[in-house]
C-alpha cells in the first residue's frame, strides 16, 4: 500500500526520522507522482543498489535532475571502469594521511575562533564556527588564503549545494548557472598552472591541486577537465555537510540533555557520539541513481533511466540495522554504527568522510571544553535548501 510522501514537504524537512520510519515500515518503495522519481527507505535494499553497479549508474548526476551528456563526471557522477582510475589517482591525493596532517593547524584554528567569541558569551554555532571551519580546511588544502575567498566560497557553496534539489526554479537555476561559471572561473587559471608546471618538469607545489596534477598511474592522468571537476566538488560537497553535521551535533545535545551530560562525563564516547549524530540526522537525506535497465522495486515496475533516491537518512533509521533507531544514544553498539550510510556507501562513499568526522569531533571537544554550560539563546532557522537536513542559524549563549 502507498504512502504518501513529499520530500520538499515542511512536513518531512522538519523531521525526516518520523516520516523515515513510517516508509520503512509500510512504503519501503515509492514513487512520486507529482515528480516522476522513486524513493528507496530500507538498508538491504540501498545497500543492494549501491553494490550493482552494473544496473545502477551514477553518470546522470546526484540530483533529481539528469546531468547533461557534456557534463564532466567525476567519482560521485562517474561509474567504472572511469570511476575505478579516478579513484586510484584522487587516493594518492587525499587520503587518511593528508587528512589526519590537518588536525593541529584546525584544532589551532577552532581555539582562535573561539578566543574571539570568549568574552562575547553568546555566538551564532553556524555562522561563526560551522562555515568558517570547513572553509577553512579546503582552502589550506588548496592552497589558497582563507580571509581572501571565505565569503565566496560560502557563497557559492549556498546556491550551488541547494540547487542539488531545485523544485524546477527557472531563477534558482539560472543563478546556479552564474555561481558554477564563477567558480569555474576562478580554478581555472590555478589548474592550467599547476598542469603546465608539471609539462615543464617543475614541482608545482604540495596543495592538493598540485598533487593531483603530479599523480601518473601507469600512465593515467587526471585530465584538465577532472581537475577543475574535483576543485569544484571539493568546494561544494566538503563544505556545506560538514557545517550542517556541527550544527546537527550541537543541536541534538541541546535536544538531548541526557546524553549531552553523558558525554561530559564520558568525554571518550566523542567519536561515538558523532557517529550516533551522522545516524541519527544524517546532513543529506539522499542522493540518486539512475537504472540502465528496467527495474522492480517491490511492486513497482521501473522503466530504465528513472531517477531513483537512496534515503541515506532512512537507512540509518532501519530497525533491521539498528536496535531502537528513533532512539538518540551515543553509547551505541559500535559495530552498528560502522552500517551508517550518511556518506553513502559502495565505491561511491564518501572519501572525505574521515575528513568531515574529525573536523566535527575537533570542533565539539574545543567547544565543550570551553563552553561547557552552553544553551540555546534564540529561534533556531533551518537550513533553506532541501539539499541538507540541518540548519541555517543555531544561537547559543554560556
Not at 347 to 357: E, K, S, T
Request: aromatic letters at 10%; glycine letters at 6%.
Amino acid at each position: 500500500m502507498s504512502e504518501d510522501f513529499d520530500f520538499y514537504s515542511d512536513e518531512f524537512q522538519s523531521n525526516p526520522g518520523e516520516t523515515f520510519a513510517r516508509m520503512i515500515d509500510k512504503c519501503p518503495f515509492h514513487r512520486s507522482d507529482q515528480w516522476g522519481w522513486y524513493s528507496v527507505f530500507r538498508h538491504s535494499d540501498i545497500q543492494q543498489i549501491v553494490d550493482d553497479n552494473e544496473t545502477y549508474s551514477a553518470k546522470w548526476g546526484p540530483g533529481p535532475a539528469y546531468s547533461p551528456p557534456e557534463a564532466s563526471i567525476l567519482l560521485v557522477s562517474a561509474d567504472p571502469p572511469e570511476h575505478t582510475d579516478q579513484k586510484r589517482a584522487v587516493a594518492r591525493a587525499f587520503n587518511l594521511k593528508t587528512m589526519q596532517a590537518l588536525e593541529p593547524a584546525l584544532r589551532e584554528f577552532v581555539g582562535e575562533l573561539l578566543n574571539d567569541l570568549q568574552g562575547k558569551g553568546r555566538c551564532d554555532l553556524i555562522t561563526d564556527i560551522g562555515i568558517p571551519v570547513p572553509l577553512w580546511i579546503i582552502c589550506k588544502l588548496l592552497g589558497v588564503d582563507f580571509e581572501t575567498h571565505v565569503a565566496r566560497f560560502r557563497d557559492w557553496v549556498e546556491i550551488l549545494a541547494g540547487n542539488v534539489f531545485a523544485q524546477n526554479d527557472p531563477s534558482v537555476a539560472t543563478l546556479a548557472a552564474t555561481k558554477a561559471g564563477e567558480l569555474q572561473d576562478f580554478f581555472a587559471p590555478m589548474v592550467d598552472e599547476k598542469m603546465a608546471g608539471v609539462a615543464a618538469g617543475e614541482d608545482p607545489g604540495n596543495d592538493i591541486l598540485s598533487e593531483l596534477a603530479k599523480v601518473d598511474i601507469d600512465g593515467y592522468r587526471l585530465p584538465r577537465h577532472e581537475l577543475m571537476s574535483f576543485a569544484q566538488f571539493l568546494v561544494i560537497a566538503g563544505s556545506g555537510t560538514t557545517t550542517n553535521t556541527i550544527g546537527n551535533f550541537f543541536r541534538l545535545m541541546l535536544d538531548f540533555p541526557d546524553q549531552y551530560q553523558l558525554l561530559r562525563e564520558k568525554p571518550e564516547l566523542i567519536e561515538s557520539a558523532v557517529e550516533e549524530v551522522l545516524r541519527y540526522d544524517a546532513p543529506v537525506h539522499g542522493l540518486f541513481r539512475t537504472n540502465n535497465v528496467p527495474v522492480h522495486l517491490g511492486d513497482l515496475d521501473v522503466p530504465a533511466d528513472a531517477k531513483i533516491c537512496l534515503m541515506w537518512g532512512a537507512a540509518n533509521r532501519d530497525p533491521d540495522v539498528f536496535d531502537n533507531p528513533q532512539v538518540f544514544d551515543i553509547s551505541r553498539n559500535p559495530e552498528q554504527l560502522k552500517q551508517i550510510m550518511s556518506f553513502g556507501g559502495g565505491i561511491h562513499r564518501c572519501m572525505g568522510a574521515p575528513l568531515a568526522r574529525m573536523e566535527v569531533r575537533v570542533v565539539a571537544e574545543a567547544f565543550i571544553r570551553r563552553f561547557p554550560d552552553f544553551r540555546e539563546a534564540g529561534a533556531r532557522v533551518p537550513y533553506p535548501f532541501a539539499t541538507l537536513n540541518g540548519l541555517d542559524h543555531l544561537h547559543l549563549e554560556w
